[in-house]
């Protein structure tokens, strides 16, 4: 298998060169990302929790799907790809904002990214792969933000990052 590499971006985001992905973790290098956050009509945030085998923050709840775009591949594109590939389902995402973040990991990794969010919408259940996600639900923003600042422990530490930079834009746009 050929391993992924990321897009490594200035802080413009002007791409920079190729790197792969582990190693722009363990050197904690400058990548670019994307966030995808799916509301249904009720304005409920579908979260899901990464399955227990992945490399770092497993078993932990984060936004609907999140990964890095492949080189030559649109924002858009990388995120309706792996909203496929991770919840099984495809919607029309619009791109909101994008922001830089960092966010060190126990197990020596770091994620510095050039993140792009974007949000689309959804009434039904997802087929989840099983590989990528553990699980699934459906939370009201209101629910979201206070459950983060009871047990921050429980949720990934992007999702935290963009949760709380964005909670009201992500509010009033859902």
């Not at 649109?74 to 973040?101: Q, W």
């Not at 197990?107 to 990214?113: A, I, K, R, V």
């Not at 459906?138 to 206070?146: A, Q």
């Amino acid at each position: 298998m050929i391993e992924e590499r990321v897009i490594l971006v200035n802080e413009k985001d002007e791409k920079i060169g190729l790197m792969p992905k582990m190693e722009a973790h363990e050197k904690a290098v400058l990548h670019r990302a994307f966030s995808v956050f799916i509301f249904n009509s009720k304005n409920e945030l579908m979260l899901q929790q990464r399955a227990a085998h992945k490399y770092h923050s497993p078993l932990l709840w984060t936004n609907t799907c999140c990964s890095h775009q492949r080189d030559g591949e649109s924002n858009i594109e990388a995120g309706t790809r792996r909203l496929k590939e991770e919840m099984g389902f495809t919607t029309p995402l619009k791109e909101v904002t994008s922001f830089i973040y960092k966010a060190p990991f126990d197990n020596g990794l770091t994620e510095y990214e050039f993140d792009h969010v974007m949000l689309g919408h959804y009434e039904n259940r997802p087929t989840i792969n099983r590989e990528e996600v553990e699980s699934w639900k459906w939370m009201p923003l209101e629910t979201v933000k206070e459950d983060i600042a009871i047990q921050p422990e429980l949720y990934t530490a992007w999702f935290k990052i963009i949760f709380d930079k964005f909670y009201k834009h992500l509010n009033t746009n859902a």
